[in-house]
């Protein structure tokens, strides 16, 4: 199948977006991709999700949250100010300032059916997103969660100790070698975990159909993450799935920078092309 592959830079109102479109075409549906915590859209295993939806007739697009830290097409965080200040409010934010680009700017084409994909961090920011994305008249059609957090609530006592008296919490990155700064308002959010940054809440008042998938192996963000998410969804659309992915890590068995393509990631992307032919 014939793709038009493109870089784009874009500004939003919180900041430089960056990101790669991959198109099949006008009306196509077209996967909207939420990166975790620390992703960025060339992130390892993402541009080979791309490239495999691509060639079944799904277009996608993956970006840079404005406050991811990575300041160029690099994969170091250079601007640690700005991954301080990073937060699910924003990328709540810059997930429907995406949308609505693709819905109305010429770089893009108003798709079939629109998306949503989100990895780690990113299934919960996505899961928030999907109010907002529709409050503001845009439908989707569907949302893919992999690997996904369900709450924020995952630090030890200790580190929320330290984190509440110092304003910040200092979390190794075992990648880069970097000390990188959780910020004050990140902070905010993890403590608001059973109140506004509820994910339960969300995901009970869901209606439109939700793809949960989650590597039963998965060091990150344990299995148990996701078989909750579908324990609080299942109800509410016939259309609803869950995805055991056995003998999978967090990245589904690949590395940064991807030195190879994985069956786990392959059977992941043919689970989620089929269910999306098919709603």
Same mark, same amino acid.
């Given at each position: 199948m014939?793709?038009?592959?493109k870089l784009?830079?874009i500004e939003?109102p919180n900041g430089t977006i960056?990101?790669?479109f991959?198109?099949?075409g006008?009306?196509s549906?077209?996967?909207?991709?939420?990166?975790?915590?620390?992703g960025?859209?060339?992130?390892?295993m993402?541009p080979?999700i791309?490239?495999?939806f691509a060639?079944?007739g799904?277009?996608?697009?993956?970006f840079?949250?404005?406050?991811?830290?990575?300041?160029?097409?690099g994969?170091?965080?250079?601007d640690?100010?700005?991954?301080k200040?990073?937060?699910?409010r924003?990328?709540?934010e810059d997930?429907?300032?995406?949308?609505?680009?693709?819905?109305?700017?010429?770089l893009?084409?108003?798709?079939?059916?629109?998306?949503l994909?989100?990895?780690?961090?990113?299934?919960f920011?996505?899961?928030f997103?999907?109010?907002?994305i529709?409050?503001?008249?845009?439908?989707? $059609?569907?949302?893919?969660l992999l690997?996904?957090?369900r709450t924020?609530?995952? &630090?030890t006592?200790e580190?929320?100790?330290?984190?509440?008296a110092?304003?910040?919490?200092?979390k190794?990155?075992m990648r880069?070698?970097q000390h990188l700064?959780?910020?004050?308002?990140?902070?905010?959010?993890t403590?608001?975990?059973?109140t506004?940054w509820n994910m339960q809440k969300?995901?009970?008042a869901l209606t439109?159909p939700?793809f949960?998938?989650h590597?039963?192996?998965d060091?990150?963000?344990?299995f148990?993450?996701?078989?909750?998410?579908?324990?609080?969804?299942? &109800?509410n659309?016939?259309?609803?799935?869950?995805?055991p992915?056995p003998?999978a890590g967090?990245?589904?068995n690949?590395?940064h920078?991807?030195?190879? $393509?994985s069956?786990?990631?392959?059977?992941?992307?043919?689970?989620?092309?089929?269910?999306?032919?098919?709603?």
């Amino acid at each position: 199948m014939e793709t038009d592959t493109k870089l784009f830079q874009i500004e939003s109102p919180n900041g430089t977006i960056r990101g790669n479109f991959v198109s099949c075409g006008a009306d196509s549906p077209i996967v909207l991709m939420a990166c975790g915590h620390n992703g960025f859209y060339h992130f390892g295993m993402f541009p080979t999700i791309l490239k495999i939806f691509a060639e079944h007739g799904i277009s996608s697009l993956s970006f840079n949250y404005t406050h991811c830290g990575i300041s160029d097409e690099g994969d170091y965080f250079d601007d640690l100010e700005k991954y301080k200040a990073n937060c699910r409010r924003l990328e709540v934010e810059d997930l429907t300032f995406v949308a609505k680009e693709i819905m109305t700017n010429s770089l893009f084409h108003k798709p079939k059916q629109l998306f949503l994909l989100g990895h780690s961090m990113g299934g919960f920011s996505a899961m928030f997103a999907t109010q907002s994305i529709q409050k503001s008249g845009i439908k989707l $059609s569907g949302i893919i969660l992999l690997n996904s957090l369900r709450t924020l609530n995952t &630090k030890t006592l200790e580190i929320m100790q330290e984190w509440e008296a110092n304003g910040v919490y200092f979390k190794p990155n075992m990648r880069t070698k970097q000390h990188l700064p959780q910020g004050s308002e990140f902070l905010a959010e993890t403590l608001a975990s059973e109140t506004t940054w509820n994910m339960q809440k969300v995901v009970e008042a869901l209606t439109i159909p939700c793809f949960v998938a989650h590597a039963v192996d998965d060091e990150a963000v344990p299995f148990e993450h996701g078989r909750t998410i579908f324990f609080w969804v299942y &109800k509410n659309n016939s259309q609803n799935a869950f995805l055991p992915i056995p003998h999978a890590g967090h990245t589904l068995n690949t590395t940064h920078p991807m030195k190879r $393509s994985s069956p786990e990631l392959q059977f992941f992307c043919d689970q989620v092309i089929d269910w999306i032919q098919n709603l």
